[in-house]
């Protein structure tokens, strides 16, 4: 399968805990998006990568959320003392420079209790 | 800022019909627009993206078109068959250096058999 890989698919985790997602891109993408979507809402931008480079940041994200893509391959995105209006659907995406039509990941599901 | 609707937020259609989801944008500075669907609990797979400059966009039994200047696209399903129950949702990328999609809320199609 050569499509966007998110894990893990679900999460539950108590207030306060730090959690950490991650996203494999389609191999020859060199860009890659977070978006948080919650129940009955469209997806929410929260950031994007053009290789290693993050060029791009919402105000959605605080100073508790932090992405990473070394080498420019896989993200992490990390959410630190979580909150329980964190609890939402976190996808991942990713798109080449040229043709900007993004591939959705199956998105990990994180329930903050 | 801007600011993607969807309508209707749901609708309901039996088998074989043709139907018309709708979709506008508050700002006309759009680079693209694409039309996404998600089935429940799923991540977004993408239909169809049209460009700025282009018109309409046509993949089997799905059309897109997009009027920049009225800031409206519509998509239309042509012999919907219950295999195409899910939420679609439109988004648009602004031009300028800027890469985050705006989503709509989407509007949640059920095909009756």
């Known amino acids: 399968d050569t499509g966007v890989s998110q894990n893990p698919r679900h999460k539950i985790t108590k207030r306060g805990q730090n959690v950490t997602f991650r996203c494999d891109p389609i191999s020859e993408h060199n860009r890659l998006y977070w978006y948080r979507q919650t129940l009955g809402q469209g997806p929410e931008f929260l950031t994007y990568f053009q290789n290693e480079a993050q060029l791009e940041k919402s105000r959605l994200l605080s100073d508790r959320f932090s992405a990473e893509r070394p080498k420019g391959s896989f993200s992490t995105l990390e959410i630190q003392r979580t909150e329980q209006g964190d609890s939402a659907m976190y996808l991942c995406?990713?798109?080449?420079?040229?043709?900007?039509?993004?591939?959705f990941g199956s998105g990990t599901q994180l329930s903050v209790l | 800022k801007q600011e993607v609707t969807q309508i209707p937020a749901a609708l309901s259609v039996p088998e074989g019909e043709n139907l018309v989801l709708n979709c506008s944008f508050t700002?006309?500075?759009?680079?693209?627009l694409q039309w996404f669907r998600q089935d429940p609990g799923k991540g977004l797979t993408s239909l169809l993206l049209?460009?700025?400059?282009?018109r309409e966009q046509t993949s089997g039994r799905l059309n897109a078109s997009l009027d920049k200047s009225s800031g409206r696209s519509t998509l239309y399903i042509a012999a919907s068959q219950p295999g195409d129950s899910a939420t679609y949702l439109c988004a648009v990328i602004r031009s300028g250096s800027a890469r985050q999609l705006t989503f709509g809320s989407g509007t949640q199609l059920t095909v009756l058999p």
């Open positions: 995406a990713s798109s080449l420079v040229t043709i900007e039509k993004l591939f």
């Open positions: 700002d006309s500075a759009i680079y693209n």
């Open positions: 049209i460009q700025s400059s282009q």
